[in-house]
């Protein structure tokens, strides 16, 4: 196709992507250090906007590609970055702002430009402040917020349908990966080859969205916040029992995928794709592309696999992320897709998990009983629902677990931590399993769409799990069978 041999000349002239193997700086890559910089930034400007300092920070990190110039103008014309710079390169030891905002990809898989949110999901910087800057942008000039979506997300949406068409859909976006470790981030590194919209990218994306958005329709009697107000908001929240993700009405990053589908759903997307990557070509002089007629094709399938796999499937808190052994034995295949779900309730740990460390924690300690106490490989569980907004991986999609006994290859035991003989847990959780991960577990073919919901107690007749008034609950739902 006449796409794939100009394919580097777009990536080239977006800077967005670049392979590259320069030794990473010693900093660490969490988004407290960079609230925390942006924040010295503040401290040292009394009064700055914070459409200001996103813009000073553009125009440190260097993003003014044509499209960005095109739709928030040249950050070196404009006046309120002027002597920005000094303070942003002195505001901290590890020169964050000059380095850690632009996305690259070394040559031995290693992300940079992401930083580990306290949620325990991974977080480009350049398509959230992207988004920041385009709601602050239109909310200043009482403008539509029109740069929002190309920008943070349809962008790099499109390139990556585009320059991978030669692979399967769900190949063209992706991978996630892991830290070295979650206590000191500094490294990232990804599970397989990076498309341009890994991960990291995608979050960042859907980020940027939802806060742009949301700055764009702030009311003009609203007081004005710091861009690291607008940042711990969203990102450095804290549940309680009292005060659970149940109870929360603002935007907080567990919800992303929630808030994601309500700001997408109702745009034509593929339209608004194709649009974007018009926009692209025309401001780099390479509209010929879009004479390829395998263009429309390859992005409708791309957003069909975006649609699943980021905004109808949960998200799932990897293996490597919350801290899991090796299991001691070789993963038995699953023989997909499987016709049960069966529902259980930890016990132990009793108390719903509520932030990503102490759910790590939660699952750290059942792996540990699980493969020290009732001698199995590994845990027993294939998901387990967190109240922290989350879903964390046992055994997986595709191996055998240890959750129901005589019934392990026959469907997936997923548990919620916590334990529901008189309580039930959180709304949000039960929503996790019953809606998105059921759904994703068709739609991706691992449930049949016929599936059956059961309870622990139903099959293994020596246990009340999933406790009396959570098994009442699912008694209720879809799929629920006697």
């Known amino acids: 196709m006449i796409f794939f041999q100009f394919t580097f000349v777009i990536l080239a002239l977006l800077n967005f992507l670049t392979v590259y193997s320069r030794p990473a700086g010693c900093h660490l890559r969490n988004m407290e250090s960079f609230i925390q910089a942006v924040q010295q ?34 950050s070196h014309n404009l006046s309120d970055t002027e002597g920005l710079e000094g303070s942003i390169l002195n505001a901290t030891s590890f020169s964050f702002f000059d380095k850690a905002i632009h996305h690259i990809v070394t040559d031995n898989g290693e992300e940079r430009g992401v930083v580990l949110a306290p949620d325990g999901t991974t977080v480009a910087l350049a398509p959230l402040l992207l988004g920041i800057e385009s709601g602050l942008k239109a909310k200043m000039e009482g403008t539509q917020a029109l740069g929002i979506f190309p920008l943070a997300l349809g962008r790099t949406l499109g390139l990556s349908f585009l320059s991978l068409q030669h692979l399967p859909p769900s190949m063209r ?40 958005m949301h700055l764009s329709k702030l009311p003009a009697s609203e007081q004005r916040q710091a861009l690291s107000e607008i940042l711990r908001g969203y990102y450095n929240f804290t549940l309680t029992e009292k005060q659970g993700i149940d109870a929360v009405t603002s935007h907080i990053s567990p919800r992303r995928r929630q808030l994601s589908r309500s700001l997408l759903e109702p745009l034509d997307l593929h339209t608004a794709v194709m ?22 094709k390859a992005v409708q399938d791309g957003l069909q696999t975006f649609m699943h796999k980021y905004l109808d499937c949960p998200q799932i808190i990897p293996r490597c992320q919350w801290g899991a052994k090796a299991s001691r034995d070789t993963p038995i295949p699953l023989s997909l897709p499987l016709q049960f779900l069966y529902i259980h309730h930890t016990y132990e740990p009793s108390s719903p998990c509520l932030s990503f460390s102490s759910c790590s924690s939660d699952m750290r ?17 294939s998901f387990v629902v967190g109240s922290d907004g989350y879903i964390y991986e046992g055994k997986g999609w595709k191996h055998l677990g240890t959750h129901t006994r005589g019934h392990n290859a026959l469907g997936y035991g997923v548990s919620i931590i916590g334990n529901y003989t008189t309580t039930l847990p959180s709304r949000y959780a039960m929503d996790l399993l019953r809606n998105h991960l059921a759904l994703c577990a068709v739609n991706g073919g ?24 959570l098994f009442s609950e699912i008694r209720s739902w879809e799929h629920f069978r006697e």
């Open 446 to 469: 691992g449930l049949t769409g016929n599936f059956t919901i059961q309870g622990h107690r139903q099959v293994v007749n020596y246990t009340s799990c999933p406790g009396d008034t």
């Open 365 to 381: 300690s059942m792996q540990r009983f699980h493969q020290e106490d009732r001698g199995w490989s590994d845990i027993g569980y």
């Open 41 to 74: 930034v503040e401290d040292s400007k009394p009064g700055l906007s914070p459409l200001a300092l996103v813009r000073a920070l553009r125009r440190t990190a260097g993003h003014d590609d044509q499209m960005t110039i095109h739709l928030l103008g040249a």
């Open 275 to 296: 649009t974007t990557l018009r926009l692209v070509w025309k401001l780099e002089n390479t509209e010929w592309i879009a004479q390829d007629s395998g263009l429309g």
């Open 173 to 212: 976006l992706g991978p996630n990966g892991c830290w070295d470790n979650v206590e000191q981030p500094k490294v990232f590194k990804l599970s397989r080859p990076a498309t341009l919209a890994t991960d990291a990218v995608i979050n960042g994306g859907m980020d940027g969205v939802i806060l742009g």
